[in-house]
């Protein structure tokens, strides 16, 4: 009703009818329809466009998956393989270990050894250096050893002499010359570190003692023991340069 109103107010005012399409209807009813029909085109356009797209989403997702499946196997292939390399490594790395643990113990051993070798060598030097002072000390005390045990003879003269005139009297000249002389050897002698050997009525010692023979000892105390001395026996510094010559009672 209303548009038949609307359409009879325009021929009032135009003296013309208005123009009519070929189905009879009026041209705004026609662009109406065809505004709905380019709606439901582009609407189904859209819908089609998103089916797409949702196709397209469905179709990634499946090759993601795909993808990651490939991937998957493709760890699971190399796993053994990553163990193997991992067993390799732990194995190297306890061979390496093992190796430093065996130089340890042989540069351990060598120090060891060397540590022996220089307490050998030093306690080596030391007794050289203790062996070479008693040697020098010794050479010093018996330096003039050579001179004294040639002054033993002339010694033994003297006694001879004093032995010989013993029965002179005191006041003799020549017994009291005799003394005099003697008993400045026998001091000179103690002087230089030499002393006489006390062998008469001693146990015979083969350490000082030479034996010359054997008699009947005068008396059972004697039996074993030194009864008469031949030659007197001297030590230097309790060194025996000249032994005694005795006589021992059996």
Request: aromatic share 4%; charged share 45%; net charge neutral.
């Amino acid at each position: 009703m209303a548009e038949e109103k609307k359409v009879k107010e325009q021929e009032t005012v135009t003296g013309k009818q208005p123009e009519k399409n070929c189905s009879g209807k009026p041209h705004s009813e026609k662009k109406e329809t065809t505004y709905m029909k380019e709606k439901e085109t582009t609407e189904a356009k859209v819908q089609e466009a998103k089916e797409e797209e949702t196709k397209e989403e469905k179709a990634n997702e499946t090759k993601e998956a795909n993808v990651k499946d490939e991937n998957k196997v493709k760890e699971e292939d190399k796993k053994p393989e990553d163990k193997k390399k991992s067993k390799k490594k732990k194995k190297s790395a306890k061979e390496d270990k093992e190796k430093y643990q065996e130089n340890i113990e042989k540069l351990q051993a060598t120090i060891a050894d060397m540590q022996d070798k220089h307490l050998r060598l030093q306690a080596e030097f030391d007794n050289y250096r203790k062996r070479t002072l008693k040697e020098k000390m010794e050479l010093i005390k018996g330096g003039g050893e050579s001179v004294l045990i040639s002054l033993l003879p002339v010694i033994d003269d003297f006694e001879r002499a004093l032995g010989s005139i013993s029965k002179e009297e005191d006041d003799d000249p020549v017994k009291q010359g005799v003394v005099l002389i003697l008993k400045k050897f026998e001091d000179f002698l103690k002087q230089n570190g030499i002393k006489e050997i006390e062998t008469k009525g001693k146990v015979f010692d083969t350490d000082q003692q030479e034996a010359i023979t054997k008699i009947p000892a005068p008396s059972e105390d004697l039996k074993g023991k030194v009864v008469d001395v031949i030659q007197k026996g001297y030590l230097l510094n309790d060194k025996v340069i000249r032994f005694a010559k005795v006589v021992i009672g059996e």
